[in-house]
Structure formats: C-alpha cells, structure tokens
C-alpha cells in the first residue's frame, strides 16, 4: 500500500528560487537516511501547532514530532525558521493522472456503460502528466481521482504525487464506488431524478442477488440482472462497508433521498457536491456521513437553488467532517485558496486545514497512513513560505515519502524563459 | 447621457419634413437603444482613517475619502469630513475603486444555467456582427448581485466566443433594474467580441467552414472588406443623395463603426502567434484591437503589445482546460506589466467575479516569487484603472480621485488576502451592498423566495 521507498537521492534542496538555497550534502549512513526539519511552525493536525517544532523523518516515515527533540547524529538538519510544515495537502476528487487537457485528453470515463462500477483507473494513470508537478506545486501531495459520467462512473483511486509508475503512485485503489445522482445523471435512468433513484435502488438489489445467487447466476439459473457480472461483482464490497460509495447530490431532497438508499442498503455514504448540505447538518452529522464539496460553489441552479458560501462553515460547526475540491479539474493547485475562503466565510481556521488533510484521510481510511504529522505516518509533508492559505504564501519544499519533490514544471520552464528573454527580473 | 450614434448629424435630423424622402433620416439616423440609467440619490458619506488604495499611484494609511452627489468629493490624508456626511469608520478597512471586470456573460448566460437562459453565443453562422449582447440581457440574473458582493460595480458582458465575430458586447453598471437600457453604462461605447482559434473552427467545422486557423483569417478579412465597400456606398449616398439610400445591413454597420474606431474590439485569442495575426488584421483594415482577452500567452509577446498600445484581458492562473490554454503560467500580468505592456485581470466567469481582488492578489504575488518587480498599485489597476481604460471609461471612473464617479468598496482588510470580504459596494455613490445589512440592496425576482421565512 505504501509507496516504495525511493533511494539513492545525494542531496536535498531547499529553497525556491528567490530566497536563499540551501543544499546539503549527504550523509552516507548505513540505513534509513534521517531527516530534521527544524525552527518552523509546524501543524500536525493531529495536535496543536508547535512554534519551533522538529519533525524527524527516517526514510519515507515520520519518525517523531515536536518541541525541543533530540536531533539525531548525522541527520540532514534543514532549518525552516520563518516557515510553516504541515501535512501534504490530500485533493479528495481530483482528475490528476487521468486528464492532460482539460477538453482532450480525458481518461477517465467510458460511455458505453453507465454503470460502469468495475472500471478501474489503475491502467490509465499517467505518472508523466504536466499537471503532477503544477499540482504539487500548490502543496498537494495526495489525490483522490475519481472516474467520470454516468451514472455509476466506476472506482476511485488515491495516488501520490510523486513517481515514475503507477505502482510507485499508488496508495489504493479502489478506494471508493463513484456513482452521481444529480441532474447530470438524469440522461443515464430515463431522464429523471426519480429514475436515477429507482435505477440505483435496482442496481444494489441485483448485486445483492447476485451475491446470494452467484452459482446459480453463473449457471444462467438467475433472472437477468441490471449490470454485467463485473460490475456486480465491483459493488459488493460496498455492503460490508468495505468501500464507501461516493454520491453526487447536491439538492436537499436529492441528499435526503440518498440517505434513505444508503441507510436502505448499509452503506458508508460520502457525499459530494452537496450544495444544499447545510440545509441538513444534524441529519448528516448524525449519520456520520461526510461531504466532498467546493467551498466557492453558490451559483443558484435547479441542482441547488439555496446554495451558499458559508455551506463548508455551517456542515462543519454540526460537526460533518467536511472535504474540499476544485470544480476546475486542471486547477487542483487551488485547493489552498479553497481551504482560506471558507475561513473567510465562517469556518474556523483548524477546520480548514483538517479539510485538506485528515478528514479526506478518514473519509477514504487513508488516516493510518496520511493527513497529520505523526510518527509512523508517511512523509508527506510541505515547507510554506508562510501561512498556508495566504494568497501571498507558496510551498518553498514539497517532501514526499521522505523525499524532496520537484515542484518546477513547464510553466516555470516557460516563465524563465520569456522573463528573461524580456529582461523583467528574475535573480539571475 | 444619450449615445448618440455616430452617422447621425443634427443637420440631417433638422430636414423639413417637405423635402423629398431620401432628406428623412433614416432609421439608422435616430437614437439607437440609449441608456436610461439613472444614478440613485444617496447622501453624502464619509469613510474615514481607512487605508486607501487610488490605483493612481498612492496607497495612503488613515486616509478618507468623501462621496457627493454619486461623485468622488475630496479623498487623501487631509481631508475635511463634511458636517452633513454620514460617517463610516474605516480603521484596520481597505478602500479601493469599485472593481471592473472586462469579460463576463451574465445576463447572457443567466443563472441557474439551462438551456432557456443561454443567449449567448448566436451560433448560426460565423460572422454574427450584426447581434447586440444587450438583446439577450437578463437583468434578474442572481449572477448580478453575487458579483456586486464581489465588489464589482462594472462589468462588460460579451457575447460567446463561437463566433468569428460574435457582435456587439454592453458595459453595465451592476445595479438593479427593470431592462437593460437601465443598467447600460452612460456614454460607454460598444464593444465588439471577436474570436480566434479553437472555437470557431470547432463549431464550423461541418458546417461551411471556418476549419482551420487560416480559414478563420480568411473569414475577418472576408467580414471586413464587405463592410470597406458598404461604407463607400453609405458615404457616396450621404454625399450625393441622388437615389435611394442603400439597403441597411446591420452586421456591416457595426463593423463600419468599428473601423471608424466608434467601438472598440475585444478579442478572444489565446496564442502569441494568433495575436499577432490579428494585430496585422487590425493594420489592414485601419482599426486597433483595445483588448485581447484570455491571451493566456500574452507574456510571450509583452514588448510587441506594448508597442501596439493593445491591453490583455486574462486570468491569474487558468490554463490547461484546452490546447490553446496549455501554456499559461501564474506570472503572465506580472511579465506584461513589467515589460510595459497593460494588464487586466478578468473573470469569463459568475464564481471568478466574485473574487476578482483575490485573482490580482494571486498574479501579484506569483510575480514576486518570480522576482519580477510590482507595485501594489500596479496590481490593484488589473481590476481597476486598467479594465476602465479597455472599456473606454477610464475617465469617469476605476481610479479614486475627485470628479470621478463614486464608485468604491470598503473591505474587511487587505483586498490581497484570501480573508478579506467586501463590506460594502456603492455605485455612483448608492449603496449597492451593504454586508451588515439585514435585508439585501439587490435581490433579483429569481431569488424572491430565498432566505424567506
């Protein structure tokens, strides 16, 4: 499940162009090579804020956190006085691997199948993508990418930033079924929402059927059921609460309609959309269902009349543990200023940053592994210029699994090249 | 203020009535869909000890700034607070002019967003310059009043970029309103929305043409020389009156005007190759481009627009959405302004338009962090000065000095935070949001059941 390990790296660079760069040269202990990131403000999310906290870190693990601890003899020791470290920003429904051009190149979908619950993403995930570094370029270390249309779209994978592999990227898969019950599902069950509920209600009875009859359907003994065996044999896991099934809902009557499904069928429900979320809290917050949303999203439209902008700040005072996401796929460097709006619109700040580290951890049960600073976790972590959100701050490091990751991409290629082509600046 | 469209001569209207037919003016002559704004009548505020940003060059630190009669009465650090003047408190608040946005389809492509609002884009055939974007204004678009708490006060709005020439654009002072004409922005000219690249050829491709970039070239150069000829006619007949006059074609006519440099060209075009193709355009057939918007390239080509005195209207950070917008980089306003050349930011968006400060703040700092040397000033004319000047507008309002329009936002703080909000909006010195307030200054007929006990 845990990235590779990846070795052989002589040195560790700290610093964006502009400020001063520091390069350290190895240690060639025997081992896991040790790491000390010191003097910075560090947010564990786990814990509160620690001024002139360390974070240890042996190889691709986090090996302790806090005040005043004991730097190990031969670590690399980076002073990050001045700046912030928190967890790597994890984008719960991205695009990332799967599009390189936003109206081109899309490899996350089939339009053949609208219940296409088997598809899995594994296969077309491509670890050379231009989007990888601009993405962590904005401090994002960790995607939830998720399939498209439909109206079951198929299986949610997690991937790390970083790699030349699928294999080195992948943290799970699958880590969700993806399916929609919104207006845009409407084409896929008869062209209504009462469709798209009833078509779904019949799909999870034929998988059930199909769990309890599997010989019987094998020998062609069963009624015919709504899916292919695959895609039957896919939604399975979702009844043991193995797999959470994430809905797009975005009304009040389509959310509270997808409770009664989820509460129908036993299933572990994660939300997304959810423009009329806040008009339900308690009943979430009750249910204990968590919602994937976009913070600016307050455009009235038949998916969500009464939508607004506080909608991330009401969900999570009731206690929702509440995601966020981009709309724009080819922009999910944006989450950050994602996470300071809804400060600005109500949330409190601590729930912001969960909401970009451990409540997306939770909600696809990353959480042993990713969304905090703790020892054990994985060494996903990001170095601020300053305070996270800002719009002002820029991650000067972005380490994955104990490693230094390039956050120069294209568009920083392009951009040297024509400053300087213009003489307008730069420190050259 | 009537616009008063050019062509028609007081002389002409004045002809007596028993003069043969072709002396009456024509229906081109008379007043052509005027404005019927009305400032609102608002007393005199002072907004006091505020930090103030002029984009004309000063921020000042316990600064004020006082509103008369819808205009700008006195603003600095030494100003006197009129006696009759209610006073607003502006310490630790932000001050800055109302915010303009160049690029916006509300109204046309109206909220909530099915297929009956969209009005925007005339997809018939590739040259539609005969279309006004004010004909399909919705002014209960929910979209209007979001982007007054964005602390926009004005805002073009466009028709869609299918097109080669997709027609005639409208700059709109975002208030409330019951038609269009009530909204359109006094003695602002029109504009006209061309269109480069992908998505002409796109949506013409099986039907006519244009298929290619060069079938699009072909198509303005085809546009405008049919309308070099029609204004030949037009100026013989005006001159000689020995017939009947020629048969009007409003496409022609507009882009008549445009050549006269009676409106103004806004024109989508992405790639640095592609903008200079049509600055070449432009030179042929005697016009000037006054923006080039998305211009997700413009940095590549920043000195060759500064010499051509043509601004780009783009975004901090989109790109990637589609080939043509694979190269944009964060730094781009930030290249363009220190080469020279002008820069807006702008929002083709009803969510974008909301933070409209927060798109500067991002190109700002971008530009820092690339060690290209800004001024906040600067920045702050992206969202100001500079769209005012694309709009043709620049001498009535998007800068806070005396004389010009009251249009101005008070914000929470720093508009180059991500935590700050607007407070409140006037617009020609109304105010048009007020964020303590219980009841909102604008809420459209759509969203008359919203927030209704």
Request: hydrophobic share 40%; glycine share 8%; proline share 5%.
């Amino acid at each position: 499940m845990r990235a590779a390990l990846q070795r052989g790296r002589a040195w560790l660079r700290f610093g964006a162009s502009v400020v001063a760069t520091v390069t350290l040269c190895a240690a060639t202990n025997a081992g896991a090579q040790t790491t000390a990131l010191v003097g910075g403000s560090v947010y564990p999310v786990s814990g509160p804020p620690i001024e002139n906290g360390t974070v240890l870190i042996a190889g691709d693990t986090i090996l302790a956190v806090g005040r005043d601890l004991e730097v190990p003899e031969g670590a690399f020791v980076l002073d990050v006085s001045g700046k912030v470290v928190t967890p790597g920003f994890i984008h719960a429904n991205a695009q990332v691997g799967l599009i390189e051009i936003g109206s081109s190149t899309i490899e996350s979908r089939v339009n053949d199948n609208h219940v296409a619950a088997g598809l899995s993403l594994v296969d077309a995930v491509n670890p050379a993508s231009q989007l990888i570094p601009v993405t962590r370029a904005g401090g994002v270390t960790t995607v939830i990418s998720v399939p498209t249309g439909g109206l079951i779209s198929g299986q949610a994978i997690a991937l790390s930033l970083s790699g030349e592999s699928v294999d080195d990227m992948l943290v799970l898969a699958p880590a969700a079924i993806v399916g929609r019950a919104n207006r845009s599902a409407r084409s896929y069950a008869g062209g209504s929402l009462a469709g798209v509920f009833s078509r779904l209600r019949t799909l999870f009875r034929d998988a059930q059927q199909y769990r309890d009859n599997e010989s019987e359907y094998d020998a062609n003994r069963l009624r015919e059921l709504s899916a292919s065996k695959a895609d039957l044999e896919a939604l399975l896991p979702l009844f043991d609460g193995e797999l959470p099934l994430l809905l797009t809902a975005n009304r009040r009557s389509d959310i509270e309609a997808a409770l009664r499904l989820s509460e129908e069928f036993e299933f572990r429900l994660l939300l997304r959309g959810g423009k009329e979320a806040w008009t339900v809290a308690p009943k979430l917050a009750q249910a204990g269902v968590a919602v994937i949303l976009d913070p600016l999203e307050n455009i009235p439209t038949y998916d969500g009349l009464q939508t607004r902008l506080d909608n991330a700040a009401i969900l999570s005072s009731a206690g929702v543990s509440v995601s966020f996401t981009v709309s724009e796929e080819y922009n999910p460097r944006l989450l950050k200023q994602q996470a300071g709006n809804a400060v600005a619109y109500g949330m409190s700040w601590d729930d912001a940053l969960r909401a970009v580290t451990i409540n997306p951890a939770e909600a696809f049960s990353l959480d042993s592994i990713l969304g905090s600073i703790e020892q054990g976790k994985k060494a996903d972590l990001v170095v601020w210029s300053g305070e996270p959100f800002e719009l002002s701050s820029y991650p000067e490091m972005v380490m994955i699994a104990g490693q230094e990751a390039s956050i120069r991409s294209r568009q920083t290629l392009l951009m040297e090249r024509y400053r300087d082509m213009l003489s307008v600046g730069g420190n050259q | 203020m009537l616009i008063i469209w050019p062509g028609c001569t007081s002389s002409e209207r004045a002809v007596s009535r028993s003069s043969a037919d072709w002396f009456l003016p024509t229906s081109q002559d008379r007043i052509q869909y005027p404005s019927t704004y009305e400032p609102r009548s608002y007393g005199p505020v002072a907004i006091v000890n505020a930090t103030i940003m002029t984009a004309a060059g000063d921020e000042w630190t316990g600064a004020s700034i006082v509103l008369r009669n819808g205009r700008i009465e006195s603003v600095g650090t030494n100003v006197d607070v009129p006696e009759d003047a209610a006073v607003v408190d502006g310490t630790d608040k932000f001050v800055t002019p109302g915010l303009i946005d160049t690029h916006s389809h509300m109204g046309v492509y109206s909220a909530p967003g099915t297929a009956a609002e969209s009005d925007g884009n005339e997809a018939v055939k590739p040259n539609t310059a005969h279309v006004w974007a004010e004909h399909s204004v919705w002014p209960q678009d929910p979209q209007f009043p979001l982007a007054v708490a964005g602390g926009i006060t004005t805002a073009q709005i466009l028709p869609g970029s299918a097109n080669l020439i997709g027609g005639r654009s409208v700059t709109l002072k975002l208030v409330p309103a019951r038609s269009v004409q009530e909204m359109k922005f006094p003695g602002a000219p029109y504009g006209l929305k061309m269109a480069c690249g992908e998505n002409p050829k796109r949506v013409y491709k099986s039907k006519g043409g244009p298929a290619t970039r060069m079938g699009n070239m072909a198509g303005y150069r085809d546009a405008f020389a049919e309308a070099e000829n029609y204004r030949t006619l037009w100026e013989k007949w005006r001159r000689d009156k020995t017939a009947s006059p020629p048969e009007r074609d409003l496409a022609k006519e507009t882009l008549v005007q445009v050549m006269k440099g009676n409106i103004a060209v806004h024109n989508h075009c992405y790639r640095a190759d592609e903008m200079m193709q049509m600055l070449d355009l432009a030179r042929e057939f005697g016009f000037e481009i006054r923006s080039f918007h998305h211009a997700v390239e413009a940095y590549k080509i920043a000195d060759r627009l500064a010499e051509a005195g043509t601004a780009s209207s783009i975004w901090a950070d989109w790109w990637g959405f589609k080939e043509e917008s694979m190269d944009g980089i964060p730094e781009n306003a930030a290249i363009l302004t220190a080469t020279g050349a002008r820069a807006i930011i702008h929002s083709d968006s009803g969510v974008g338009i909301q933070r409209l400060n927060q798109e500067a703040a991002k190109a700002y700092y971008a530009g820092l962090a690339a060690g290209i040397p800004l001024s906040r000033d600067q920045a702050i004319r992206w969202i100001t000065a500079n769209p005012a000047w694309a709009l043709k507008i620049d001498n009535v309002t998007g800068t806070l000095e005396p004389g010009k329009m009251a249009d101005v936002v008070v914000w929470s703080g720093d508009p180059f935070s991500v935590y700050s909000t607007v407070e409140s909006v006037y617009n020609d010195g109304w105010l048009a949001y007020d964020r303590a307030a219980r009841n909102p200054a604008w809420r459209t007929d759509f969203e008359i059941t919203r927030g209704v006990e």
